[in-house]
C-alpha cells in the first residue's frame, strides 16, 4: 500500500548550524504535507504545511520544499537551537480520502552543544 | 486556549478489564481522530469521526470503539484490553478531514498487564 517514509531515521547537528531532514512518499495524489515536532512527552506539534500546487513554503526558522517529481519532501531548520531537539514527523493527505493523515515514522534530531 | 484534552495521561489496566479513554476539544472542531504511537511505527489511525454520531475505523482499529455524542467529546474505547494494546494514543483534532492541520492531545500511555 501506499506509505510515507523517511530517509534516516536519527540526525545529529551542531547547534547554530542548519538542519535538513527528508521524507518520501509514495501516493501520486497526496495534495497536502505537514511537518509535525514531537518533543519527549508530548503530543505531536504542528510545524508547517505546503499544498501540492506549491514546491516551497517558509516560516519562522523553518522552511518545507516538495518536489513532486520524485516524491519527496524536506524540512529545513535554520540556525538549529538545542530547542530543536526532538522527533520529526512528516504526514500526507490526499483528496478524497475520509482518512485524515497518514504519518512517517519519524527521525529524530539531536542538537549537539 | 485552543486545546486538546486526553485524559488520563497514564493508565496500568488488567487484561480484559473494559476501560475509557477521554477526548475532548474546545475548537468546535468537526473531525476528531485517534491514533497509537508504536516504536519504529509511527502515528497509526484507529478511528476518525466528521461529525456528531459519524465514525468509521482507520488504519487499525480491531479492538477498539468509539462514540461521538456530542461534537467535543471522542472517547476511545476499549472492551476488553489485551497486551498487544499497550501504547501511546494520541486524540487529534481538526476544522476539516482532508487539507486542515490536526491539533493532539498531549497523550495517553496504556499498559495492559
Known amino acids: 500500500g501506499e506509505s510515507v517514509g523517511l530517509h534516516l531515521p536519527t540526525l545529529s547537528v551542531q547547534e547554530g548550524d542548519n538542519s535538513i531532514i527528508n521524507c518520501a512518499y509514495s501516493?501520486?495524489?497526496?495534495?497536502?504535507f505537514i511537518w509535525y515536532k514531537q518533543e519527549s512527552g508530548k503530543g505531536p506539534q504542528f510545524i508547517i504545511d505546503i499544498r501540492s500546487n506549491m514546491d516551497k513554503r517558509q516560516g519562522q526558522r523553518v522552511t518545507v520544499l516538495l518536489n513532486k517529481t520524485v516524491k519527496h519532501l524536506s524540512l529545513q531548520i535554520a540556525a538549529t537551537q538545542p530547542g530543536d531537539s526532538a522527533v520529526y514527523f512528516c504526514a500526507e493527505n490526499w483528496g478524497g480520502s475520509a482518512r485524515q493523515l497518514t504519518f512517517g515514522s519519524g527521525t529524530q534530531l539531536t542538537v549537539l552543544p | 486556549e485552543a486545546q486538546v484534552t486526553q485524559n488520563p495521561r497514564y493508565l496500568i489496566t488488567v487484561t480484559g478489564k473494559k476501560l475509557t479513554v477521554t477526548c475532548s476539544q474546545n475548537m468546535n472542531h468537526e473531525y476528531m481522530s485517534w491514533y497509537r504511537q508504536d516504536p519504529g511505527l509511527g502515528l497509526r489511525q484507529i478511528y476518525y469521526?466528521?461529525?456528531?454520531?459519524?465514525?468509521d475505523k482507520g488504519d487499525v482499529p480491531e479492538g477498539y470503539k468509539v462514540s461521538r455524542k456530542e461534537k467535543r467529546n471522542f472517547p476511545l474505547i476499549l472492551e476488553s484490553p489485551s497486551p498487544n494494546q499497550t501504547s501511546l494514543y494520541f486524540c487529534?483534532?481538526?476544522?476539516?478531514?482532508?487539507?486542515?492541520?490536526?491539533?493532539f492531545g498531549q497523550g495517553t500511555r496504556l499498559t495492559v498487564v
Open positions: 469521526s466528521m461529525n456528531v454520531e459519524v465514525t
Open positions: 501516493n501520486s495524489a497526496s495534495d497536502y
Open positions: 487529534a483534532s481538526s476544522l476539516g478531514q482532508v487539507n486542515t492541520e490536526a491539533f
